[in-house]
């Protein structure tokens, strides 16, 4: 399938179902929960009816901007809204159809959304052989922002307090930064935590870090 032409309109309802998955492959059944937003972690939802929903997830596939599949490595693909439809209720234990975005989507997303990705962080637990809970990693583009991250994470007064002397770096080249999006360098940054009492004061008064990119606001 040819990509769309860059000029190819993507109105801002578009440009949401985009966004939903810019970092993630995405379940077709959180974009119908009572409140996806919440789900999905976004500031707002369009409110589609399950049709106008449908009708645009297929659009965006027939365009070639994302893939509509059973997660995590199903390879039929569905288009059409019937289809879709009905892949929205087809949940397993283990497997549910989802969609994600082609390189095409990504650079669907990066026209409109214009991200700085010298500003995007991955950071979280670190899965372990063994389950350690007190295992953390913060990928970035450069050291100085995953240390800033670093910084962040101790500032929060959560339960968990950062153990500087335990910092690793790893090198990437490249840097796989998302499943569609690719950096010629980045930096993993591992370091463990121990407990700590959890400062809800200190949580509250962390203030806001300005946005890497252009939401869509609806």
């Known amino acids: 399938m040819s990509p769309p032409p860059e000029n190819e309109t993507v109105d801002v309802l578009d440009l949401w179902l985009l966004e939903v998955a810019m970092e993630l492959p995405t379940p077709l059944h959180m974009l119908v929960e009572p409140n996806p937003h919440v789900a999905l972690n976004m500031p707002d939802d369009p409110r589609f009816s399950r049709e106008e929903l449908c009708?645009?997830?297929?659009?965006?596939?027939?365009?070639?901007?994302?893939?509509?599949?059973?997660?995590?490595?199903?390879?039929?693909?569905?288009?059409?809204?019937?289809?879709?439809?009905?892949?929205?209720?087809?949940?397993?234990?283990?497997?549910?159809?989802?969609?994600?975005?082609?390189?095409?989507?990504?650079?669907?997303?990066?026209?409109?959304?214009?991200?700085?990705?010298?500003?995007?962080v991955n950071a979280g637990q670190e899965p372990t052989a063994d389950d350690a809970p007190n295992?953390?990693?913060?990928?970035?583009?450069?050291?100085?922002?995953?240390?800033?991250?670093?910084?962040?994470?101790?500032?929060?007064?959560?339960?968990?307090?950062?153990v500087h002397e335990s910092k690793r770096v790893e090198e990437l080249v490249p840097w796989q930064v998302t499943y569609w999006k690719t950096?010629?360098?980045?930096?993993?940054?591992?370091?463990?935590?121990?407990?700590?009492?959890?400062?809800?004061?200190?949580?509250?008064?962390?203030?806001?870090?300005?946005?890497?990119?252009?939401r869509a606001w609806l």
């Open 55 to 120: 009708e645009r997830l297929s659009l965006l596939a027939e365009r070639g901007l994302i893939r509509i599949h059973e997660l995590p490595d199903g390879l039929e693909e569905l288009y059409s809204p019937e289809e879709i439809s009905r892949a929205i209720d087809a949940r397993k234990p283990r497997s549910f159809f989802g969609y994600e975005l082609t390189p095409e989507g990504g650079a669907a997303w990066e026209r409109l959304a214009r991200p700085d990705w010298g500003r995007y």
């Open 135 to 162: 295992a953390w990693v913060i990928e970035a583009a450069s050291l100085e922002t995953a240390e800033e991250e670093l910084r962040f994470h101790e500032q929060l007064g959560d339960e968990n307090q950062p």
């Open 183 to 214: 950096l010629p360098r980045g930096y993993r940054l591992h370091y463990i935590t121990v407990p700590r009492p959890r400062d809800v004061q200190r949580t509250m008064s962390v203030p806001a870090r300005p946005p890497w990119y252009t």
